[in-house]
């Protein structure tokens, strides 16, 4: 009885920190949406960003960074990230496509194919990074399979990215389904996801996706992509483009030097591992909030 005792007061003493510590899910949900206010002031800024991109540090190693929106956003919603990355040094770009960006996916990535080579024509490089949020990881992943963009990107990173679809784009059809292509399109088994599936990665493009546990717009599941490496961070699906933690991992990545063949292999193991555990953890908490909602 003794024991059980100090065992209850130890867990009773440890209780504030566990519910309400850095790393606690009310502490993450509280940062959720502190992120969610600040992704929804930058998105008021609409598409007015007046920067200029500086080349004088572009090389083969550091080359050019576009940045792409996702639906319904635009280049101020990439702001906090474009202003994070220039101030480490980068050469970053982002691109105004359109007010609502709600248009073909397919149309947006020709418009891309377009920037990229108006970029580089100014640089010495032929390769440039891709840094897409939500659907726009789904314009750059578009460019690099099916409008030739493999030669001209090194590294995707895809934030937040439905590869296989959101059942959450049902808001943008029965708001905008009869002016918005893109809003069908990421529904999953839409055409336009089947026609993307098909065919193998460029191998020679490094691809990220970045996604988030706490993601319900598009949830875990929805971002995997085989062949691509997985990371995952435990917060919502607006933190992606203004917490610190993510620009500390897109900046490794885009530092990243260069895989070779067998540490590829290596890291495609350890990446695997790593994303089944990370969708145990989601799943476990879709559970959990299941039965929440059933009480």
């Known amino acids: 009885m003794g024991q059980t005792a100090r065992w ?38 609409g598409n007015r960003i007046r920067r200029r991109a500086s080349f ?46 709600s248009r073909d996916i397919r149309a947006s990535a020709f418009l891309i194919h377009r920037k990229i080579e108006s970029i580089l024509s100014q640089t010495s490089v032929r ?6 949020h939500s659907m726009g990881g789904l314009i750059g992943l578009y460019y690099i399979k099916k409008l030739g963009g493999q ?10 990215t439905p590869v296989k679809g959101t059942w959450a784009a049902l808001a943008g059809v029965a708001t905008l389904g009869l ?14 996801l089947d026609e993307l599936s098909q065919g193998p990665l460029p191998p020679d493009v490094d691809i990220y996706t970045l996604a988030a546990v706490r993601d319900w717009v598009c949830p875990l599941p929805s971002t995997r992509l085989r062949g691509a490496t997985s990371v995952t961070v435990r917060m919502g699906h607006s933190s992606l483009v203004v917490s610190e933690e993510v620009f500390s991992r897109i900046l490794s990545i885009l530092r990243e030097p260069a895989r070779d063949a067998g540490g590829g292999r290596t890291r495609d193991r350890e990446n695997e591992a790593a ?8 799943s476990d908490g879709s559970r959990r909030g299941s039965r929440g909602m059933g009480r």
């Not at 390769?127 to 897409?132: A, E, H, Q, S, Y």
Request: hydrophobic share 40%.
């Open 179 to 192: 002016f918005s292509k893109s809003s069908w399109q990421l529904l999953p088994r839409s055409r336009f």
């Open 151 to 160: 030669g001209r990107v090194r590294r995707l990173v895809m934030m937040g």
């Open 275 to 282: 994303v089944e555990a990370a969708l145990e953890e989601w």
């Open 8 to 45: 209850f007061g130890r867990w009773l003493s440890g209780a504030p920190s566990r519910w309400l510590g850095r790393s606690s899910p009310v502490a993450q949900e509280l940062a959720g949406g502190t992120h969610g206010l600040t992704y929804l002031r930058h998105l008021a800024r």
């Open 56 to 101: 004088e540090n572009v090389d083969d190693r550091h080359p050019p960074v576009l940045l792409i929106h996702g639906f319904l956003g635009t280049r101020g919603s990439m702001y906090p990230l474009e202003r994070r990355l220039a101030d480490e040094g980068l050469c970053v770009f982002s691109f105004n496509l359109g007010a609502l960006n």
């Open 127 to 132: 390769r440039i990074d891709i840094v897409g």
